[in-house]
């Protein structure tokens, strides 16, 4: 990260020599760390993409800077505290362009992250909802700023392939999801439970989709 950061335009050249399995027309992105904050970035900047997937990736850089366990560089590369007069605190925040947000995007953190605290990834998703984007929130209980147990490893991993299946490959996922037929539980809220729950995905969780975007956890016991 450097006050330059944002300033270097963005630039997507097809490969050459032309590779068969390369679609130019089906595009996205994805990061994590640092690589999640550029997700954010591009969802502030560009619609070129047709879906994006970001992990642990900060959405405001003050409120990062505030609650991350690491502090002081963050002033050295802004040019001065929050509160100074550098305008890279604002100017560089993905949060400052939410109006421009349009592009499917997931979201996925590790609920134990004192590096990119879980509040960016949730302000993030907040802001997609706002400006009803498509938007999918997964949150790991037992993960920190990177997802390493093999099971939740796994289920990323899946996750991220479904995504990619349902906005790069709409035809093939709704028929999937037609031969699925009415096995599938409907709906991902549970309203009586308190609203938006965060937590790890259960493999059992339901595959239909609201047409915004939802959040996936486990269900409190009472209501299991």
Same mark, same amino acid.
């Given at each position: ?35 999640? $904050?550029?997700?954010?970035w591009?969802? =502030? ?7 994006l997937?970001?992990?642990a ?11 991350s366990?690491?502090?002081?560089h ?12 550098? =305008? ?20 996925t ?34 993960a920190?700023h ?18 990619? =299946?349902? $906005? ?21 809220? $549970?309203?009586?439970?308190g ?5 790890? =995905? ?23």
């Amino acid at each position: 990260m450097s006050p330059r950061r944002g300033r270097v335009p963005f630039r997507a050249t097809p490969a050459r020599p032309p590779l068969a399995f390369i679609d130019p027309e089906r595009r996205a992105a994805s990061g994590a760390s640092y690589g999640g $904050h550029l997700v954010n970035w591009l969802l =502030a900047t560009t619609d070129r993409f047709d879906a994006l997937m970001g992990h642990a990736g900060l959405v405001d850089l003050e409120r990062q800077y505030s609650t991350s366990d690491v502090f002081y560089h963050r002033e050295r590369m802004n040019g001065g505290p929050a509160w100074g007069d550098s =305008a890279v605190w604002e100017e560089q925040s993905p949060s400052t362009y939410v109006g421009n947000f349009s592009t499917p995007t997931m979201l996925t953190i590790g609920e134990r992250d004192f590096r990119v605290p879980i509040n960016q990834t949730i302000a993030a998703w907040s802001y997609l909802q706002r400006m009803q984007v498509p938007s999918r929130l997964l949150v790991y209980h037992d993960a920190d700023h990177w997802i390493m147990k093999g099971k939740e490893a796994r289920h990323f991993c899946q996750e991220v392939h479904d995504w990619l =299946a349902e $906005h790069l490959e709409p035809e093939r996922e709704a028929k999937k999801r037609a031969e699925a037929g009415s096995a599938a539980i409907q709906g991902d809220f $549970h309203p009586e439970c308190g609203g938006l729950g965060l937590a790890s =995905a259960p493999s059992t969780r339901a595959r239909s989709r609201p047409a915004i975007g939802h959040a996936c956890w486990s269900l409190p016991q009472g209501c299991r």
